[in-house]
């Protein structure tokens, strides 16, 4: 059967990566995580100094930027990619809060996307991909066959993230987080370069009520949709 391209976006933290992930698993493709790039490009500008406080040396990212190098490689033992930074595996510590709390201006910079960006359509370039983030269905790949844009009250995919970060060991209150996903939904709508928004074509998922598997069949339904007509 023809490969497609699917690009999943949406608001920050309401199942984008799960629901990718799930479906590329069973249907063969290559999934890739668009925001683990960001986040990676966050942690080495935090480890090497280009943050003072919360100001960014943007001059010393700029010169560093062909030097940070992001691949994914799948963990045997949870049969998921992992994120590698330069060689090392990062995985843990770009889902941090920390990290969290930095990535939404280190993201709004256009140098920083155009090299992602730059990245991510070579990943795609034979088709056969689900990626998510936040802006594939509009800049990354625009002739994307499947588009979904995923949503669910800030509330909701605060809970969601806290009981995550909790399950892993990592402390953070839930107050926190819920300012964290509000403010990066805020930073990330109102950039100059390719804001979060729904691309005209894409599918509306709110999936405020919905649980991991409805969500799973719901975006199983809209592939087998638009491979077979
Ligand atoms: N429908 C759902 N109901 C409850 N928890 C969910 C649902 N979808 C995803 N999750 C959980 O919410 C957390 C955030 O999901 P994730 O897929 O990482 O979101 P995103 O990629 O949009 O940031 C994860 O711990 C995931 O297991
Ligand atoms: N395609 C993308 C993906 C992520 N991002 C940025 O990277 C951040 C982290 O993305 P993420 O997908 O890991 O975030 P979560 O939804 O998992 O919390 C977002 O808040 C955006 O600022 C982006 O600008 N463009």
Redesign the pocket.
Same mark, same amino acid.
């Given at each position: 059967m023809k490969k497609i391209t699917i690009a999943i976006d949406?608001?920050? #933290?309401?199942?984008? #990566? %799960?629901?990718?992930?799930d479906l590329a698993r069973e249907i063969g493709y290559i999934y890739i995580?668009s925001?683990a790039m960001y986040r990676a490009v966050t942690l080495y500008s935090i480890e090497n100094g280009i943050f003072q406080g919360n100001q960014i040396d943007t001059e010393r990212l700029q010169k560093e930027i062909d030097n940070i190098h992001i691949s994914f490689q799948l963990n045997q033992a949870t049969g998921r990619p992992d994120t590698y930074l330069n060689g090392v595996n990062v995985e843990d510590k770009i889902r941090s809060i920390v990290v969290s709390s930095r990535v939404s201006p280190i993201a709004a910079l256009g140098f920083v996307r155009e090299a992602m960006v730059a990245q991510q359509q070579a990943m795609g370039n034979s088709k056969g991909i689900v990626m998510?983030g936040r802006d594939i269905g509009t800049t990354v790949f625009p002739d994307a066959e499947l588009k979904i844009f995923?949503t669910?009250t800030p509330e909701?995919?605060a809970?969601?993230?806290y009981?995550?970060l909790k399950?892993k060991g990592q402390e953070a209150s839930f107050d926190e987080i819920l300012e964290n996903v509000k403010q990066r939904d805020y930073i990330d709508q109102n950039r100059e370069v390719s804001p979060l928004r729904k691309a005209d074509d894409a599918l509306l998922l709110d999936?405020t009520n919905? %649980?991991?598997p409805?969500?799973k069949e719901w975006l199983q339904e809209q592939f087998n949709k638009t491979v077979k007509g």
């Open positions: 949406g608001f920050s #933290s309401c199942g984008k #990566s %799960t629901m990718a992930k995580d925001g998510d995923v669910a909701i995919r809970q969601r993230r009981d995550e399950a999936n919905m %649980t991991i409805q969500q």
